[in-house]
């Protein structure tokens, strides 16, 4: 030992070998099987269901038959409510964004001197996660509804017309997707927002930077990994969502989404092939939407 | 700002009364300092003692508490940094991560909206030899290269007043000469005014006009390097600035030209013109490569001061000088350097020496050193009080 010691020239270190675990395996074991259980059998399911065509014999079940026609039926009936939901999807991310990036910018940056503060704030903002998001939209409904205190006092100064209302209408969906999604935009703004180095605004404005400036170039440059992740975690929900744009919540009969024409045909008009199909549809137009966007934000990694 | 056109020079610097108050300290008390136009000014100081918080005031980072700043004549207190015809060289170089090299450097330019800001950062990237890396984010640079990039990207603007806090103090020693030179003739080249902050004694004398040592929120003293290190006028800046050895002790005789001070039963002459304080009892010192050693008690010669016998405790050899420590009775150790004329030191630890140095090469300083900077010069200190104190008793009788 002693004498390899001063034998020369120093030893290479050899890389480390590959260690073929079978505890590395067994750990994966339940994460493996639990997607294969919960998301690829459903996924084959949902694929072999969409291409079913009624059985013959006119019981209303169905069979397989690799019946393609599904796909182009269905989206040709709702290609209104596709359109729809992606731009309410839009709308409610854009907002959300506009309301969390000023709170969340507040919150990591400016009180960052006083974490007590900084607690208490977050806090504020997960503070409507103990309560379901389904109350919550109810309670949203009663505020809004012709009879609520909103409507009446917008009446009372003559800023709405005597016949309108806000309850299912569009404004109304958009409000809710908004409201109900700003604590997913909120928090990776924050995260990413809360590590800001200072010193770099510091010295873009020490280069003859804005404040106006600065925050175009620097700063939202980098808070983009939080703005990518909050925009992504608004928009692929609200893009599906059935809860807010549902009549029974805040929607009405021409704010429907495709979440709602899913579950209409799933449960009431009992088409399952055509669920299936705008179901795929629906994870098909995010993927792709998702993908380029992430692309264009030069964000990979997020990946 | 400066409305699109590069700044024709450097422009003066005047800082007037200024205090800065933070939250349970003072950071700056009643600073007034003057850089004129074109000069390389350091600032030096230990940590803490403000320096960096009068960078940040002259770039409009911190806001005084009170007092006024001027640029060129001009009051500039209340602008914001973005209005102050200045650029800063950060400590931590602060270059955007999102932009590439030449973006970074393009970045002042780009704001400001000055013609051909490619062309210009480029140039700027020739001048600092990083052209070639241009396209490199600026996490892919070494630590060299980012502060050779921060210094292209402020000096790109031709700002009236760069200032450079601590920008060479991640670097290895060779880059940092090799930095030191490159920034010299920089600023030569364009004829900025610097203001460098730096808690290297050595980089301030090998770099700037005019030094100023800073301690405690104030300027301890300042002037030429030469000036400073030849003739301190405080302890603080006797030894923060180089090292001395200092004794203190009263002034027991006087004429026209010089004073005596008693140390120890020794008799040190200082000439008048060099010492601060002319009667009582005043610290005196001398810088140890002034000394010499001599292994014989020297014949008393006018114009010579003496001090020994010592004993040397320690010899230690440095490459062009060895230094010598000499540990005299009711004194205290005392340094010495010595140039290597011959091969190896010259005495050795134990031997008996006496060390004497020109009248004219002593210094009598303001104050009497702090027993909190008490370093190896002056550990001995209360030796050296008891000492004073027993020579003052003997004077008196």
Known sequence: MAMTAFAGAPTQAEPAPRRQSKIALVLLLPGILYLVLFFIVPLVSLVITSLEAPAPDGSGTFQYAFNWQNYVDSVGTYSTQIFRSFLYALLA?????????????????????????????????????????????LAWKTILADEGPIVTSLKALSLLGPQTHITGTPVAVVFGLTYNFIPF???????????????????????????????WRVTIPLSLPGIVSGTLLTFIPAAGDYVNASQEFLGGASSSMIGNVIQSNFLVQLNYPAAAALSIVLMLVILIIVGSYVRRAGTDDLL | MAGGIFAESGADLELVGIHKRFPGFTAIENLNLTISAGSFFALLGPSGCGKTTTLRL????????????????????????????????????????????????????????????????H???????????????????SGGQQQRVALARAVVNRPALLLLDEPLGALDLKLR?????????????????????????????????????????????????EELYELPKTAFVANFLG??????????????????????????????????????????????????LLTEAPAPTTGVNVIGPGRVVDVSFSGVSTQYVVEVPHIGPMIVFAQNMVFGPVVNVGAQVWMSWTVDH????????????????????????????????????
């Open chain 2, 243 to 292: 090292q001395s050895n200092l004794f203190t002790g009263p002034v027991t005789a006087s004429n026209s030209e010089s004073i005596t001070v008693t140390v120890a039963g020794a008799q040190i002459v200082v000439p008048k013109s060099r010492a601060q304080v002319h009667d009582g009892t005043i610290t005196i010192g001398v810088r140890p490569e002034k000394l010499s």
């Open chain 2, 123 to 141: 140039e700027a990237l020739r001048l600092v030899e990083l052209d070639h890396l241009a396209a490199r984010k600026p996490q892919q640079l």
């Open chain 1, 185 to 215: 935009m909120c928090l990776p703004l924050y995260t990413t927002l809360e590590r800001l180095d200072i010193r770099y605004l510091e010295a873009s404005s020490d280069l003859y930077g804005t404040p106006a400036s600065t925050f």
């Open chain 2, 58 to 121: 002259v770039a409009g980072l911190e806001e005084p508490t009170s007092g006024q700043i001027l640029i060129g004549g001009k009051d500039v207190t209340s602008t914001k940094p973005f209005q102050r015809p200045v650029n800063t060289v950060f400590q931590s170089y602060a270059l955007f991560p999102h932009m590439t090299v030449l973006e970074n450097v393009a970045f002042g330019l780009r704001r400001r909206r000055i013609t051909d800001p490619i062309a210009k950062a």
């Open chain 2, 177 to 225: 000469r090799q930095m030191q030179l490159e920034l010299k003739n920089i600023q030569n080249e364009v004829g900025l005014t610097f203001v460098h902050v730096t808690h290297d004694q050595e980089e301030a004398m090998t770099m700037a006009d005019t030094v100023a040592v800073m301690n405690k929120g104030q300027i301890e003293q300042m002037g030429a390097p």
């Open chain 1, 93 to 137: 991310t854009v907002f959300a964004l506009l309301f969390s990036y000023p709170l969340a910018y507040f919150i990591g940056v400016k009180v960052r001197k006083w974490p007590l503060l900084q607690s208490f704030m977050l806090i504020l903002v997960i503070a409507p996660f103990f309560i379901s998001f389904l109350l919550r939209t």
């Open chain 2, 362 to 397: 002593g210094f009598g300083l303001s104050d009497s050193p702090v027993p909190e900077d008490a370093d190896l010069a002056t550990a001995d200190l209360a030796t050296a009080q008891i000492a004073t104190a027993h020579a003052a008793a003997q004077a008196g009788d």
